[in-house]
């Protein structure tokens, strides 16, 4: 039913008449909020209910500029609060500074600061940050495609002790140690740090040759230069800690990379045939030592053998002169029997009976030849009186040395006897 219908009573809003009154007056409002204010903190309201019209009128707007200023106070009192609480997170550091002077480190978690003269400076300690030297990389240039590479020849060129220049690239990764150091000390610690990494980079170059750096050396080329880039930084108290020193290439100009390319191969050449000439070497020198020891060891054998041959020959001969000395016939005899032994023992002998024979002989050559070493000979058995002695008629046998001395000896005593 509206307000202004019939039986629907007075409930014009503007009005304040009825029962059902609009929203409060705020002066109102502001006032008693003020009063309530004065009560908690034991003042008395000003004017009594005697008191006049005008009187009443200006103690009520003094009440809302009170209340206004109230409010107005609480909430910049929480602004406040809110301005001077400050956080640090996890791996971070909270640098106080009090008009624009250091005050303190905060470690992580809620503080409280004076707003507006405290000013805090956070600072990651434990992120890893990442700078390269003497080379620049970009974006790609299309989806998959590898980064582009841009060479800085300022940076990268370095003169090594041979007087050669080598293209060196590095990458250097470093953290925040000390953020009071990193904020105060040095104007801009980044490009210190690359400043720095390339000094020494360079001086531990210069002290190197080329071929150092580019073959074996790098593992101590990266040693030598961290350690030296962290001693300078710590002298001049960046607040910076060098964690890793990559040398991700070491080559020289591109100018004459092709040259250094031949010079490489040839060296390898050259290793390569030291390497095989070393490798005879050792296959052929150990088998000429063996070869000497062993003909070092035969000529002492040799030795040995002629020396105790010479010496049995003597003892023999010494005992032989005194056989002669006691039976110089048997002597004789005896050896001039073993002479002819050991001269006929080397040929194939054939002895014909030629008395009583008649003019056919026959001559078994194939198996006299078989027989015997060499080609056998024809001979005549003589005596010692130098008559021909013979086998029996129409026969003929080869015989060996032992088996003719024998038969001489046997034939000359037989004449002896006669």
């Known amino acids: 039913m509206a ?4 039986g629907g009573g007075n409930r014009d809003p503007w009005s304040g008449g009825g029962h059902d009154q609009g929203p409060p007056d705020l002066d109102e409002v502001v006032r008693k909020l003020s009063d309530r204010f004065n009560n908690l903190m034991g003042g008395r309201r000003g004017g009594s209910g005697n008191s006049g019209g005008g009187a009443g009128a200006s103690g009520s707007g003094g009440s809302g ?13 929480i602004g406040w609060l809110i301005a001077s609480i400050y956080i640090v997170n996890e791996g971070e550091r ?29 600072v990651n300690v434990e992120q890893r940050r990442f700078r390269e030297i003497g080379y620049r990389s970009g974006a790609g240039a299309g989806a998959g495609r590898q980064p582009a590479i841009r060479s800085v020849p300022k940076e990268a060129l370095m003169l090594t002790q041979d007087e050669n220049i080598v293209d060196v690239r590095l990458a250097v990764q470093y953290q925040i140690k000390d953020p009071y150091a990193y904020l105060f000390n040095v104007l801009d610690p980044e490009s210190v740090l690359v400043q720095v990494v390339e000094s020494a ?66 060296r390898e050449d050259e290793q390569r045939l030291k390497n095989e000439a070393e490798a005879y070497s050792n296959e052929v020198i150990p088998r000429a030592r063996g070869q000497a020891a062993r003909r070092l060891q035969e000529a002492s054998a040799y030795k040995d053998q002629v020396i105790a041959q010479a010496q049995g020959e003597a003892s023999r001969f010494e005992q032989l002169l005194a056989a002669y000395g006691r039976a110089p016939e048997v002597t004789r005899e ?4 073993e002479t002819l032994e050991t001269v006929l023992s080397r040929v194939s002998k054939v002895l014909v009976d030629v008395t009583g024979t008649n003019n056919l002989l026959y001559l078994p050559l194939d198996r006299l030849l078989k027989s015997g ?5 024809t001979s005549e058995g003589r ?13 003929s046998t080869s015989m060996d040395g032992s088996a003719a001395a024998t038969r001489l000896r046997d034939l000359n005593r037989s004449r002896e006897v006669r």
């Open 3 to 6: 307000w202004n219908e019939p």
């Open 383 to 395: 005596s010692a009186s130098g008559s021909l002695e013979t086998l029996p008629a129409s026969s």
């Open 201 to 266: 980079t360079r001086e531990t170059i210069g002290k190197s040759t080329m071929d150092f750096v580019l073959t074996e050396g790098r593992s101590d080329i990266v040693a030598d230069t961290r350690t030296l880039s962290q001693n300078i930084l710590d002298s001049y108290g960046a607040g910076l800690q060098i964690i890793t020193v990559v040398l991700q290439d070491a080559q020289p100009p591109e100018e004459v990379q092709d040259a250094f390319a031949d010079a490489i191969k040839a």
């Open 65 to 77: 500029l009170v209340g206004i200023g109230l409010v107005v106070g609480i909430i910049a009192v």
């Open 94 to 122: 909270g640098v106080v500074l009090r008009f624009g002077r250091y005050l303190e480190t905060t470690l992580p978690g809620p503080h409280l600061r004076i707003f507006p003269i405290d000013r805090v400076e956070i």
């Open 373 to 377: 070493d060499a080609a056998p000979s």
């Open 334 to 337: 005896r050896l001039y029997l």
